[in-house]
């Protein structure tokens, strides 16, 4: 067997690992939506859904997965059907709409949530070490996408109005959320916490520094 001499970038089989990654992951939500009874992209919306008490617009959801407004209009109205969703005004301008998930609908998506195993049992494949450095990775991959206007900010620690890292001299939970007054640890940064709030640019800017400065494997930058 030949081995190239001159492999491919690193970025580019960085490129084709997450391809086959995100192979396992699609296989992954067929499974949970076929338990839930809807296709992937109704599954989609309706975890986008899960914790917003406050709900979404069509708009910002079909933003957050990507999809075309109208595309996200006929999925909605399915899951609708289904009662799996609500449309409410929204409490500052009773002329917009929210969409809510229901007590069925998450009812639904967390007994679907059980199914999803594949990508977890690999992300367990990794040691504890291996974990925490894959978690700030993937981190920073998102935030790049997001500063860079790719997808909408996400409701990761980094851009969050709470996060005050490195706020404590503790290696073991360096970090502080401003939310619970609590430290926490590198191994616990959120990549979708309900109770985010987004920071403004200027904040997401200067707190992303402060978190780079102690992480050797992410040089400065975006
Ligand atoms: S509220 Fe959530 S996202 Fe914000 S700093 Fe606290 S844990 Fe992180």
Avoid at 28 to 40: E, F, I, L, M, Y
Avoid at 55 to 63: E, P, T, W
Avoid at 82 to 99: E, F, N, T
Avoid at 193 to 203: F, G, I, L, N, Q
């Amino acid at each position: 067997m030949e081995t190239p001499t001159v492999p491919k970038s690193l970025p580019l089989r960085i490129h084709e690992g997450l391809e086959r990654v995100a192979t396992a992951l699609r296989a992954d939500d067929w499974v949970s939506a076929r338990a839930a009874g809807v296709n992937p992209t109704q599954f989609a919306i309706m975890a986008v859904l899960e914790g917003r008490a406050m709900g979404m617009s069509v708009r910002d959801i079909a933003l957050q997965l990507g999809v075309s407004q109208p595309s996200a209009t006929d999925s909605i109205a399915a899951l609708e059907r289904k009662g799996y969703l609500i449309r409410s005004p929204a409490p500052q301008d009773r002329r917009s709409v929210r969409i809510m998930l229901t007590d069925h609908g998450q009812a639904s998506l967390t007994a679907a949530h059980a199914t999803r195993s594949v990508a977890e049992r690999a992300a367990r494949s990794l040691d504890a070490r291996q974990q925490e450095d894959l978690l700030v990775s993937l981190v920073t991959m998102i935030r790049h996408l997001q500063e860079t206007g790719v997808i909408p900010v996400q409701r990761m620690c980094v851009s969050c109005r709470y996060f005050r890292p490195y706020a404590h001299a503790d290696a073991a939970q360096p970090h502080h959320c401003s939310f619970v007054d609590a430290a926490f640890g590198q191994h616990e940064l959120r990549v979708d916490c309900r109770e985010h709030e987004t920071a403004d640019p200027s904040y997401r800017a200067a707190t992303w520094a402060e978190f780079q400065k102690d992480q050797p494997l992410n040089p400065p930058g975006l």
